[in-house]
């Protein structure tokens, strides 16, 4: 049972525009939620998080939108840039004490030059 | 600062062969998790350990896989005997606090 879901396996996008990476959970118990970029032949490293508290997270180019009612989260990258494209996972944990990290299957962003 | 490091990089073993992969977590790090990737699944947690001792193997698969973390700068995950079915990156990750993991480069492991 996937509990964090990212249905879109792969999203091409031009340079300079903007790049949407989506997530969906089915546990309400999760309140925190992380993007990961992983690179090939690299480990995941990360990218941004967002806590429930908070609806929007932004860091440079990046930004994290969390819809809680619909258990949803996005990424986007605005300019997207061809060093943009790897592969992006979305996790998701409970807060307090040892919490697992839940990760999505990833989505692999192609920015074309 | 040294990262999370991972041995071997690449292993490539006979079926029935036993594999064991280590991992240095960074230091000061009192969390470390194994992780493996494979397309249908993603990343999936196979045991987390803190302060060296296990605390969710949930994940492990099956009796085949074994792990343990006899020191704070040391981990080892052990596969026996393995199986074509294993053959995915096993990557190592650790935490000081918080959420934020940070992994190792990845263990690929083809089990031909």
């Known amino acids: 049972d996937q509990q964090v879901k990212q249905n879109s396996p792969s999203l091409s996008v031009q340079e300079g525009r903007i790049s949407i990476l989506n997530c969906d959970y089915t546990?309400?118990?999760?309140?925190?939620f992380l993007w990961y970029k992983k690179y090939p032949a690299e480990g995941p490293t990360f990218l941004i998080s967002?806590?429930?508290?908070?609806d929007k997270n932004e860091d440079g180019r990046f930004t994290v939108f969390l819809n809680k009612s619909a258990k949803h989260l996005s990424l986007h990258i605005v300019p997207s840039q061809p060093g943009d494209s790897a592969v992006y996972f979305c996790?998701?944990?409970?807060?307090?004490?040892?919490?697992?990290?839940?990760f999505g299957t990833g989505t692999k962003l192609q920015v074309i030059p | 600062d040294a990262g999370v490091i991972q041995s071997p990089r690449h292993e490539v073993t006979e079926m029935g062969q036993e594999v064991t992969l280590r991992c240095k977590p960074i230091?000061?790090?009192?969390?470390l998790f194994w992780y493996r990737q494979t397309m249908m699944r993603g990343l999936e947690l196979l045991i987390y350990?803190?302060?060296?001792?296990?605390?969710?193997d949930s994940g492990m698969p099956e009796d085949r896989f074994s792990a343990k973390m006899p020191n704070a700068s040391f981990s080892t995950l052990k596969i026996q005997p393995s199986e074509p079915r294993d053959s995915a990156v096993y990557f190592c990750?650790?935490?000081?606090?918080?959420?934020?993991?940070?992994f190792g480069e990845g263990s690929w492991l083809t089990v031909v």
């Open positions: 546990n309400s118990m999760f309140d925190y």
């Open positions: 350990f803190n302060n060296n001792v296990p605390i969710d």
């Open positions: 230091s000061g790090h009192n969390s």
């Open positions: 996790a998701a944990s409970g807060s307090g004490g040892y919490q697992k990290v839940t």
């Open positions: 967002i806590s429930s508290i908070k």
């Open positions: 990750a650790s935490v000081s606090s918080g959420n934020t993991i940070y």
